[in-house]
C-alpha cells in the first residue's frame, strides 16, 4: 500500500537537489531540536550544509527532546524554530498551538515531497513527516530451523516456537519484547491491544475502554510472552534487547524496525548471528487480522512563535536535510519516507506490518496519559501480584485521575 | 549582641533563604491547588503517512481563550490532593468499607500509587541509616587505627562511593547484577538457581536498593566520624587504658559519647536524603517493583509528552511534609540538649 511508493521511488528518475551555502536562502536562523538518533542525525547535517551566506543553523539533539519542546517553544522567540517530532509527541506541540500550518511553504519550497510525507490535522499541514518507524518480528533463522518450527505468523506461533527452542534445549529464555517498566512496557500493551482491533477510548470521547474481554486477553497474552522472556524483562529497553540479540541470546524478539540497520550492520556482533537475523511483519493474534503493532513517523514542524523570515529559512534547511541526496547517502538508516529511498533488507519489517494493515498509534491529546497509566500499572499483572481485571482498574483508575487534572475529563 | 546588629547581621542569608528556598516552596504549593483548564475537544480528519482517520483533537483557539482568562490554569483547592494519585480518600474510604480482613485492607491501599510509595520510601529510609550510622562508624574507627602511612589512600578509597555519581554508581551495579554480569552470574552459581535474579523479584529489588544505599551513604558518616574522632581527648582515653579498660570499653564509654551529637547530625541529614531515595530507582530501572516519592514527581513531570505539574506539586508538598514529620523527633531531642546545656 503505502510502502509500494517506496519501492518504485528507487527506479524513478528524481529532481536531486545540491547543496550549496545559503540553499538559495540570503538569510534566517535555523535552530533545530530533535531526538537522538543516526537517522535524525543525518537529517540535521543536510540542513546545516545550508549554513552560511547569512544563514545560520545550529541544532540540539537529545533524547529529552519531548521534555523540552513545550517550554523551548512557547517562548517568544521561540528558542529553536523546528521541532522534529513523532507521532506521540507532536500532540502537546499541536494542543498548545505552538506550531505553525506549512500549507504555504509546501506549496512554496515543497514541490519534492511526496503526498504521504504531509501530516495534516483538519485539513492544515503541520508537519512533513520523513521516516517511518514499527515494532516488528526480528527471528534467527538457523534457531528456528534447528529447532524444527517455521517462521510466526501470529503470537501463538511465537509461543509454540519458543517452546519448541526451549524443550529442544537451545535457549531457555529464547523470546524478548521491550518490556522495561514504564513507557516501553506500555507500548508492548498499546500494540499487542491494537492487534484485538478495539478501541482504546470510548468513540468520541476521553473516556478509557481498556478494562474489557479484550484487555484481559491482551494482558494474557504478554504474561504467556514474557514466560519465554529472561525474568530480568521488566528491565529490557531497546538498547538492552539488541544488546541481547547482538550476543546470539535471543531467537525471536520483538523489536523497533528503526533498530534493524543496528542489527544487521557488521558491527557489534557475530557473522553467524548477523547473517541469520530475519525480519518480518508484526505477527496478529487471537484470530485477528490486524498486526500487533502500532505505526510511527517522524517528521519536522516549524515554531509558530517565530518570524515569518525564519521559518522559511528552516523550512528550506530541513527540506535540505531530507533531500534525495541525503537518503541516497543514508540508505539503511531509517525506513524513510523520502523519494529516492530503496528499501533494504532493514526495511522489510517496517513494510510488511504497514502493509498488512497495521493503525498509526492514535495522535489523540489524551493518549499520553493513557500511556502512562499503563507503564505504572500492568506490571504488577505480570509479575502475578493482582488479576488481569484489577490492574485493568487501575489502569483506568490511573488514567482518569491524570486525565481529569489535564482537563480532558470533568 | 544587640538584636539590631543581630538583624542586620543574619539578612543576607535571611534573603537568601526566602528568595531560593520560602518562594519557590510557596509557588509550588500554589501551583499545587490548580489543574489544566478543561480542554475544548473536537474532531478533526488527520492524514499521515499511514492514511486518514477521524480523532479528536484540541481546539486550541476555544482552549486558547480560557487560558488568557486565568493563566494558572483551573483553581482544584485540595482535590489534587485527596485524588487516587495522592492521599486517595475516596479509595481509603471504600477499602475500609469493602475490605474482609486487616491483610486485604492493606493490600488494597499498598495497590495506590502514594502508598505504594511510601511504604518503599519508609523502608527505605529506616533500613538504609542505622545501617549507615553503624557502618559508617566502624570503617571510622578501623581507618583510625591504621598506621599513618596507609591511612590516606584508605581514606581516599573509602569515600569512593560517595564521590561517584549516584546515578552512574547504581547503574555500574546495575550491569553487575545482571544474569550476565559479575555479581548476578556468580550468585546464580552460588545458588545454583538459573532463574534467580536481583532484578525480577520484588524483595530482591528491595535489598539490592538497600544495600545500594548504605554503599553509597556510608563514606558520608565514615568521613564525619573520623572528623569526631581527631576531637577524642587522648588524656581520657589514656585514662581509661591505665584503668584496664579493653579496646570495646574505650570505644563504648569513652568514643561513642563523645560523638553522640555526630550521630544526630548523621541521623537528620540521612533522615532527609534518604527520605529522597530516586537515583537509585532509575538506575536500577525498579520501578517495577520499588516506586519511591520523588520517584512519583518524576513521573509526573517526565513520563509522558505532557507534564502534570498539579500533580507533581501536590507529592512535593507531601514530600515537604513528611520530612517535616519525620525530622520533628530528632529536632525536637537537639533541642532538649541544647536547652539543658545552655542553663
Redesign the interface.
Given at each position: 500500500m503505502?510502502f509500494k511508493r517506496f519501492a518504485m521511488a528507487g527506479t524513478m528518475a528524481l529532481m536531486s537537489t545540491t547543496a550549496y551555502a545559503g540553499c538559495g536562502l540570503t538569510s534566517g536562523s535555523v535552530r533545530i531540536l530533535s531526538n537522538d538518533f543516526p537517522a535524525v542525525h543525518a537529517v540535521a547535517e543536510g540542513a546545516e550544509a545550508c549554513a552560511g551566506d547569512g544563514v545560520t543553523v545550529s541544532k540540539n539533539q537529545t533524547a529529552e527532546h519531548?521534555?523540552i519542546q513545550?517550554a523551548a517553544l512557547t517562548s517568544n522567540p521561540a528558542q529553536y524554530t523546528t521541532a522534529v517530532v513523532a507521532?506521540?509527541?507532536i500532540?502537546?506541540l499541536?494542543?498548545?498551538?505552538l506550531i505553525r500550518p506549512l500549507d504555504d511553504l509546501v506549496a512554496k519550497h515543497g514541490q519534492s515531497l511526496n503526498k504521504?510525507?504531509?501530516?495534516?490535522?483538519?485539513?492544515k499541514v503541520m508537519a512533513i513527516?520523513f521516516m517511518?518507524n514499527a515494532q516488528h518480528l526480528f527471528y534467527r533463522s538457523d534457531i528456528l530451523e534447528k529447532a524444527g518450527v517455521d517462521v510466526p505468523t501470529t503470537y501463538e506461533d511465537v509461543i509454540a516456537a519458543s517452546k519448541a527452542i526451549r524443550a529442544a534445549g537451545i535457549m531457555?529464555y529464547p523470546f524478548a519484547l521491550n518490556t522495561?517498566?514504564?513507557?516501553n512496557l506500555a507500548e508492548e500493551f498499546v500494540n499487542m491491544y491494537m492487534g484485538t482491533g478495539a478501541p482504546i477510548?470510548k468513540a468520541?470521547t476521553?473516556e478509557p475502554s481498556v478494562n474489557n474481554e479484550h484487555g484481559v486477553a491482551t494482558l494474557n497474552m504478554l504474561k504467556e510472552l514474557v514466560a519465554y522472556s529472561?525474568?530480568?524483562?521488566?528491565?529490557y529497553?531497546s538498547n538492552a534487547t539488541q544488546a541481547l540479540w547482538e550476543s546470539g541470546e535471543l531467537a525471536i524478539a520483538t523489536m523497533w524496525g528503526s533498530r534493524g540497520g543496528a542489527m544487521l550492520d557488521d558491527e557489534g556482533s557475530s557473522a553467524e548471528v548477523v547473517s541469520a537475523t530475519m525480519l518480518s511483519g508484526a505477527p496478529t493474534w487471537g484470530g485477528g487480522s490486524v498486526p500487533a503493532s502500532t505505526?510511527w513517523?517522524d517528521g519536522f514542524t516549524i515554531a509558530q512563535n517565530i518570524s515569518d523570515e525564519d521559518a522559511e529559512a528552516t523550512f528550506v534547511a530541513m527540506m535540505n536535510g531530507i533531500s534525495t541526496d541525503m537518503v541516497k547517502a543514508n540508505n539503511d538508516k531509517a525506513v524513510w519516507?523520502i523519494n529516492g529511498y530503496v528499501p533494504g533488507k532493514a526495511a522489510e519489517g517496517i513494510a510488511q506490518t504497514?502493509n498488512a494493515g497495521a493503525?498509526?498509534y492514535?495522535?489523540?491529546?489524551?493518549m499520553?496519559?493513557m500511556?502512562?497509566a499503563l507503564?505504572?500499572e500492568i506490571?504488577?499483572f505480570l509479575?502475578g501480584?493482582?488479576s488481569a481485571e484489577?490492574a485493568l482498574m487501575?489502569v483506568e483508575?490511573?488514567y482518569?485521575?491524570?486525565a481529569?487534572?489535564?482537563?480532558?475529563l470533568? | 549582641m544587640p538584636h539590631k546588629t543581630f538583624l542586620w547581621f543574619i539578612l543576607p542569608s535571611l534573603a537568601a533563604m526566602v528568595l531560593f528556598i520560602a518562594l519557590p516552596i510557596f509557588s509550588v504549593f500554589v501551583q499545587s491547588l490548580y489543574?489544566?483548564?478543561?480542554?475544548v475537544?473536537i474532531?478533526?480528519?488527520?492524514?499521515?503517512?499511514?492514511?486518514c482517520?477521524q480523532?479528536?483533537?484540541?481546539d486550541?483557539?476555544a482552549?486558547?481563550i480560557l487560558k488568557d482568562q486565568a493563566p494558572l490554569g483551573?483553581f482544584?483547592g485540595f482535590q489534587?490532593y485527596s485524588?487516587?494519585?495522592h492521599l486517595a480518600f475516596a479509595?481509603l474510604t471504600q477499602a475500609w468499607s469493602t475490605a474482609t480482613n486487616a491483610r486485604d485492607f492493606f493490600g488494597q491501599i499498598l495497590?495506590l500509587?502514594f502508598y505504594k510509595a511510601l511504604a518503599f520510601t519508609l523502608t527505605y529510609t529506616f533500613v538504609v541509616t542505622p545501617f549507615v550510622i553503624v557502618i559508617g562508624l566502624g570503617i571510622a574507627l578501623g581507618v583510625n587505627a591504621l598506621p599513618a602511612k596507609i591511612k590516606g589512600p584508605t581514606i581516599f578509597v573509602s569515600l569512593l562511593p560517595m564521590i561517584v555519581t549516584p546515578l552512574i554508581g547504581s547503574l555500574i551495579l546495575?550491569w553487575m547484577i545482571?544474569?550476565q554480569g559479575i555479581l548476578g552470574a556468580t550468585l546464580q552459581r552460588l545458588f545454583n538457581d538459573?532463574?534467580l535474579?536481583l532484578?525480577?523479584?520484588?524483595s530482591l529489588t528491595w535489598v539490592m536498593l538497600f544495600v545500594y544505599g548504605v554503599w553509597h551513604s556510608a563514606p558520608f558518616s565514615f568521613i564525619v566520624f573520623y572528623a569526631g574522632l581527631q576531637s577524642v581527648p587522648s588524656e581520657t582515653l589514656e585514662a581509661a587504658m591505665i584503668d584496664g579498660a579493653s579496646r570495646w570499653q574505650r570505644v563504648r564509654y569513652v568514643v561513642i559519647p563523645y560523638l553522640t551529637p555526630l550521630v544526630t547530625f548523621i541521623t537528620l541529614m540521612q533522615l532527609m536524603d534518604n527520605f529522597r531515595v530516586f537515583e537509585p530507582i532509575v538506575g536500577?530501572?525498579a520501578?517495577?517493583?520499588a516506586t519511591s516519592l520523588s520517584w512519583i514527581i518524576f513521573?509526573d513531570?517526565?513520563?509522558?509528552?505532557?507534564?502534570?505539574f498539579?500533580?507533581a506539586a501536590a507529592t512535593s508538598m507531601l514530600t515537604i511534609l513528611g520530612v517535616a514529620i519525620l525530622l520533628t523527633p530528632v529536632l525536637i531531642r537537639t533541642w532538649r540538649e541544647f536547652n539543658s546545656k545552655t542553663v
Open positions: 503505502y519531548k521534555d513545550v507521532n506521540s509527541s500532540v502537546p499541536l494542543s498548545d498551538g504521504n510525507q504531509l501530516v495534516t490535522i483538519d485539513g513527516a517511518a531457555e522495561k517498566s514504564g513507557w477510548f468520541g476521553a529472561n525474568p530480568d524483562y521488566l528491565t529497553d505505526l513517523w519516507l504497514a493503525v498509526p492514535p495522535m489523540t491529546p489524551f499520553g496519559a500511556h502512562t507503564g505504572a506490571s504488577d509479575q501480584k493482582e484489577q487501575d483508575a490511573a482518569t485521575t491524570a481529569k487534572e489535564q482537563g480532558f470533568k | 489543574v489544566e483548564h478543561d480542554q475537544l474532531t478533526t480528519e488527520n492524514c499521515g503517512p499511514f492514511g482517520k480523532e479528536t483533537t484540541v486550541v483557539e482552549t486558547q483551573k482544584n489534587t485524588n487516587r494519585s479509595e495497590n500509587p546495575f545482571d544474569a538459573n532463574a535474579s532484578k525480577a523479584s520484588p536500577f530501572s520501578s517495577a517493583n513521573n513531570l517526565r513520563g509522558q509528552d505532557s507534564q502534570l498539579g500533580s
